[in-house]
Structures are given as C-alpha cells and as structure tokens.
C-alpha cells in the first residue's frame, strides 16, 4: 500500500509540474494550475484513502507554514508608516466587500451564515501574488506600489483577527450548555498565548535565533520544527493549527533573521501548499457546478469591479490621483489563498458546506487569473479607462506630498559584507548622512550593529527571494565588501556571483566592489556593471601616508613660525 501511495503522489507531482508550467506560458500563478490539477484528478482518477490521507497532512503542514510567514513578516510598522491611506483603503475594501457581498449572497439564495463566510472570504486578496507581480514590473518602490502593499497588510491584519474570532466562535460545534465553559477556556488560552509571545520576544527570540544562525541549515530545520510544533499546540489548546502557525511567525517576526527564514522556507512553502490546493480542488462537487457557476461570475465581478472602485473613490476623497487610485486599486480584484483557507476553517467547524467552498474556489479561479492580466498590463488598461476616470480626480495635494516623501530615499546604500572594512564603511557613511543598509550572514556581527542602532539584515545573497525583499529601487549604490571566501562556502568567488545578481535583477544605481589589486580588480569588471573599485589596503595606506605628512607640514611649519 505504501508503493501505491508514493506512485499516486509521484504522478500527481508530475501533472502539476506539467500543468504550471502551461499556466507559466499563460502567466497564470501556480494557485489555478494546482487547482485545476486537483480538479482533474479528482475527476478522471480513483486515488486510494491513504493517498488522500497523506495529502490531506501535508496540505495542513502547508497552510501551517503559510502562516507562520505571513506572521513573520507581518510588518505593523509599514502601516504606521503609510498611515491614512493604508488604514482607510484597507478597512474601506474590507468593509465594502463583507457588507455588499454579504446582501449579494442573501439575494443569489445563500443562507445568512454562508453568506457571511463568503463575504467575508471576498475581502482578501494574494499578497503574495500581488508582490511577485510589482516586483516584476519593478512597481512595488512606485507610489502606488508602496500604498498597494500597505493595504495588503492591513488585510492581513483582518485576516488574524478573522481567524481568532472563528476559533472563537468554533466553539458552536460542541454541546449548547458547554458553550460558555469553552468561550471561557478558548479565551484564557489566547490570553495565554498573547502572554508567552511577549515574553518570547522580550527575552528569548534574538539570542535564540543569533545561536541558531551561526548554522544556516539548523535555523531553517529549528524554523520549521517551531511553526508545526505551535500550530500543534494551538490545535490543542482549542485555537486551531492556522492561529498557532501564525503566532510562531509573529514570535521571531521582530529579529534580524526574518529575511533569512523567509527566504530559505519560501520554496518549501509552495511545495507544500500544492498538496492544499490539489486537496481544493478534487474537493469541488462537479455535479454543482452549473450552479456554483452562475454565482461564481456574479461574485467574481463583484470582486474584480467592485474592489477597485471603492479603493479609486477613497484614495480619489484623501487626496491622491485617479491614476494612482486606479493602478492601486488593480491589486485588489482577486481573492487570496487566505479565502480558501478561512471557508476550509468554517467547513471543519460545520458552519458551511463542500458547496459554499467550491463556489469560493470557483470565484478564486476566475479572478485570480484574469486580475494577472490587469495588474499586467494595468498601464495600458489605465489608457482606456482614463476618461472616465477623469470625475475621480478631485485633487492630488496628497500625492504631492507622499510623492515628495518618495524621493527621499530610506535607503542611500547597501553594503554587502560587514567586516573590518565594511563595518567602517558602514559608519563612516552613516556619519555623512547617508541612510545605510548593511548584509552579512555573521549573526554576532549583525546583532552588534542592530544595537548600535545601525540597519542590517542577516541572510544569504544566494537566495532569490532574499533579494526581492532589498530596497533596490531605492539604494543608490550597492557596494560588495565581500572578502574572498569568507561569506559563502563555495570555490568560486562570491562578488562574481553577486555582480551577476545585480545584473540580473536590473540595479539602476552605481556599484562599487572592493579589490585587493588591479589583476583582481579587472577579473570582476568583466562582465560590466562596476563604476568604482576600492582598494581597502591600498587606501588605507594612502590614508595613513597623507596623514604622516600632513603632520610633517604642520610641525615644519611650526618650526618655521617659531624661528621668526
């Protein structure tokens, strides 16, 4: 039985492989090629119980991981930074979308409870989809982009509290005169939760994880070892295993290593949520399906029409662009992974149907895929639309001034490598004015620095996902004080590697790298890309050298003055 399950799963790896990379072709996000892959597995294959079972778990272990990365990078101070209009497009969609979907839902014949859940459902949208396609554009440093991802995190703020009040609320699944016995129980456990958090983060997460990281591979393993154990532990104590994934992310979201554990556990996160979204989509009562569909188009223009529109006339009433409003307002016409996840929770809890999650899903399909067309091409989409849009622009006072914020980078500088030389690079920089980031993968270096109130980040620069989380647009120069060797454990030089990487991810700014001699020097120019070579010895002794004569002058001239 267990080769039937390896050859089950085996296959269903290959088809989605084949699948996503049809929907790559169409530009379509790997979420609607899984489902479509768990769809059709569902339709033309008899998988055994056990197979189900095994992906079933890994689907939990999935979502899990999910959120403790969406805990780890849970940033509040972003939204604190952007302030109004994160807040007020953020809520503003949110309660639009619950309330008028809510009254859709009555209409199109749901009853009240599924539709609330799917109200509610409809107010979140991919974070992760929308980051990917900004980054790619090069738009996520864009005024739009900035405010775009403000209001994604304040979505993901709703979606914590959403989930917190539905393991509340779970407790309507037990016995009625049990109910109060477990509100009371599922509150003290929260507040117990809330309580250990802050003592973790207090006194034990930035030594923990500095010890951890002086062995990349064992921080992951402790990582994900951390986010199953606390989503275990919150299944336990009644809070389910999405809130206790969450709360392990949250736990070490403040520490240096955020970027690190993101980026290493990025792909393993993916890997996992295939098993999710397969387990989706084989979930889908096809024989329903013509009427999902009638309500499924009817939801997801609500969402794709109606999303965009609210964030256009909130933006347009604070102040800001129509343009703006409207390219902002793009990145809201599709539902999220959290949608799927948020009706899974309900239906475990029995307040929804199979049904109620297959429309959400079907709704999910449609707008995910025809809204990476629109953040695409949203330029072009902005032409057309541009006269009759001309009524939303009541004024850009606003957008004069966040756009004036905008041009004062909060990156001048980043320095990768922090030793003898660039650690002094960073200071003297910092000392001229310069706003300075600095990378190292030296846990002790980077733990020194963040309490002399420099800003740094511990990671590894061989990381894709590391380097979409950089300030590229921002930075002005990027200067590589990577010694020889010293950084990554490979045979060939690491400043090659990251020239190439700059190349790659199309820095507009100037670099500089550091160089022991000129042969060295022109080995690493070769490729193109370098306006300025330091020569740490070299420089250091030019330096010491003026110094020594300058004050061969003074004392001469002293001499000089002293005889008169």
């Given at each position: 039985?267990?080769?039937?399950v390896?050859?089950?799963i085996?296959?269903?790896?290959?088809?989605?492989?084949?699948?996503?990379l049809?929907g790559a072709?169409?530009?379509?996000?790997?979420?609607?090629?899984?489902i479509?892959?768990?769809?059709?597995a569902a339709?033309?294959f008899?998988?055994?119980a056990?197979t189900?079972?095994?992906i079933r778990?890994?689907?939990e272990?999935?979502v899990?991981?999910?959120?403790?990365l969406?805990?780890?990078?849970?940033d509040w101070?972003?939204v604190?930074?952007?302030g109004?209009?994160?807040l007020a497009t953020?809520?503003?969609?949110?309660v639009f979308?619950?309330?008028?979907?809510?009254?859709?839902?009555?209409?199109?014949?749901?009853?009240?409870l599924?539709s609330?859940?799917?109200a509610?459902?409809l107010?979140f949208?991919s974070?992760?989809?929308?980051?990917k396609?900004?980054s790619?554009?090069?738009?996520?440093e864009?005024l739009?982009?900035?405010i775009?991802?403000?209001?994604?995190?304040v979505?993901?703020?709703?979606?914590?509290i959403?989930?917190?009040?539905?393991?509340t609320?779970?407790?309507?699944?037990?016995?009625?005169?049990?109910?109060?016995?477990?509100?009371?129980?599922i509150?003290?456990?929260?507040a117990?939760?809330?309580?250990?958090?802050v003592l973790f983060?207090?006194?034990?997460?930035d030594?923990l994880?500095a010890?951890?990281?002086?062995?990349?591979?064992?921080?992951?393993?402790?990582?994900i070892?951390?986010?199953?154990?606390?989503?275990?532990?919150?299944?336990?104590?009644g809070l389910?295993k999405e809130?206790?994934g969450?709360?392990?992310?949250?736990s070490i979201?403040?520490?240096?290593?955020?970027?690190?554990?993101s980026?290493?556990?990025?792909?393993?996160r993916?890997?996992?949520l295939?098993?999710?979204?397969?387990s989706?989509?084989a979930?889908?009562?096809?024989?329903t399906?013509g009427?999902?569909?009638?309500?499924?188009i009817?939801f997801?223009?609500?969402?794709?029409?109606?999303n965009?529109?609210?964030v256009?006339?909130?933006?347009a009433?604070?102040?800001?662009?129509?343009?703006?409003g409207f390219?902002a307002?793009?990145t809201v016409?599709?539902i999220?992974?959290?949608?799927?996840?948020f009706m899974?929770m309900?239906?475990?809890?029995?307040?929804?149907?199979?049904s109620?999650?297959g429309?959400?899903?079907?709704?999910?399909?449609?707008?995910i895929?025809?809204?990476?067309y629109?953040?695409?091409?949203?330029q072009?989409?902005?032409?057309?639309?541009?006269?009759?849009l001309?009524?939303?622009?009541?004024?850009?006072w606003?957008?004069?001034?966040?756009?004036?914020?905008?041009?004062?980078p909060?990156?001048?500088?980043i320095?990768f490598?922090?030793g003898?030389f660039?650690?002094?690079l960073?200071r003297?920089l910092d000392?001229?004015?310069?706003h300075?980031?600095?990378i190292?993968m030296?846990?002790q270096?980077?733990?020194?620095?963040?309490?002399?109130?420099?800003?740094?980040?511990?990671?590894?620069?061989?990381?894709?996902?590391?380097w979409a989380?950089?300030?590229?647009?921002?930075?002005?120069?990027?200067v590589?004080?990577?010694?020889?060797?010293t950084?990554?454990?490979?045979?060939?030089?690491?400043?090659?590697?990251?020239l190439?990487?700059?190349?790659?991810h199309?820095?507009?700014g100037?670099?500089?790298?550091t160089?022991?001699?000129?042969?060295?020097?022109?080995?690493l120019k070769?490729g193109?890309?370098?306006?300025?070579?330091l020569?740490p010895?070299?420089?250091?002794?030019?330096s010491?050298?003026k110094q020594?004569?300058d004050?061969?002058?003074?004392?001469?001239?002293?001499k000089?003055?002293?005889k008169t």
């Open positions: 039985m267990t080769d039937v390896f050859h089950e085996a296959f269903l790896l290959l088809g989605a492989a084949a699948v996503g049809l072709a169409l530009r379509q996000p790997v979420i609607v090629s899984f479509a892959v768990g769809i059709a339709a033309f008899d998988s055994s056990e189900r079972e095994q778990f890994l689907a272990l999935g899990a991981l999910l959120l403790f969406v805990g780890l990078k849970l101070r972003l604190r930074t952007l109004p209009v994160a953020g809520l503003g969609q949110v979308t619950a309330g008028i979907g809510f009254f859709i839902g009555l209409a199109l014949g749901l009853d009240w599924t609330l859940y799917v509610v459902a107010t949208s974070t992760i989809i929308v980051v396609l900004l790619d554009k090069r738009e996520l864009t739009h982009g900035r775009a991802l403000g209001f994604l995190i979505q993901d703020i709703v979606v914590v959403a989930m917190v009040i539905l393991s609320i779970g407790i309507g699944v037990v016995e009625e005169q049990n109910g109060l016995s477990s509100l009371l129980t509150l003290a456990s929260l117990g939760v809330v309580l250990l958090l983060v207090r006194y034990l997460a030594p994880m010890r951890l990281a002086r062995t990349p591979e064992l921080l992951v393993i402790a990582s070892g951390w986010a199953a154990t606390a989503a275990a532990i919150g299944d336990t104590i389910g809130l206790g969450l709360a392990a992310g949250v979201g403040s520490t240096p290593y955020r970027d690190m554990v980026a290493r556990l990025s792909a393993l993916d890997f996992l295939l098993f999710f979204f397969l989706i989509g979930s889908l009562d096809l024989s399906l009427q999902d569909f009638t309500r499924a009817v997801s223009l609500f969402v794709l029409i109606g965009p529109f609210i256009i006339l909130i933006m009433w604070m102040g800001y662009r129509a343009r703006t390219l307002g793009l016409a599709q999220s992974e959290f949608s799927l996840i899974a309900g239906l475990s809890l029995g307040h929804v149907s199979q109620a999650v429309l959400v899903t079907l709704v999910g399909l449609v707008t895929a025809l809204s990476v629109m953040i695409t091409y949203s072009q989409l902005y032409d057309w639309f541009r006269p009759l001309r009524p939303f622009d009541f004024g850009s606003r957008e004069r001034v966040a756009e004036n914020e905008e041009g004062k909060a990156v001048d500088a320095i490598g922090l003898r660039g650690s002094q960073l003297r000392d001229s004015g310069y300075v980031l600095g190292d030296d846990p270096a980077i733990r020194r620095f963040a309490r002399e109130g420099y800003q740094v980040r511990y990671g590894d620069v061989t990381e894709q996902e590391f989380e950089l300030p590229l647009t921002q930075a002005r120069w990027i590589l004080s990577v010694p020889y060797g950084i990554l454990l490979t045979e060939t030089d690491p400043r090659s590697g990251l190439t990487a700059i190349r790659a199309r820095f507009g100037r670099v500089a790298i160089a022991r001699d000129d042969q060295e020097a022109r080995r070769e193109g890309g370098v306006d300025l070579v020569y010895f070299d420089d250091a002794a030019t010491a050298a020594i004569t004050l061969d002058e003074e004392l001469s001239s002293a000089e003055a002293a």
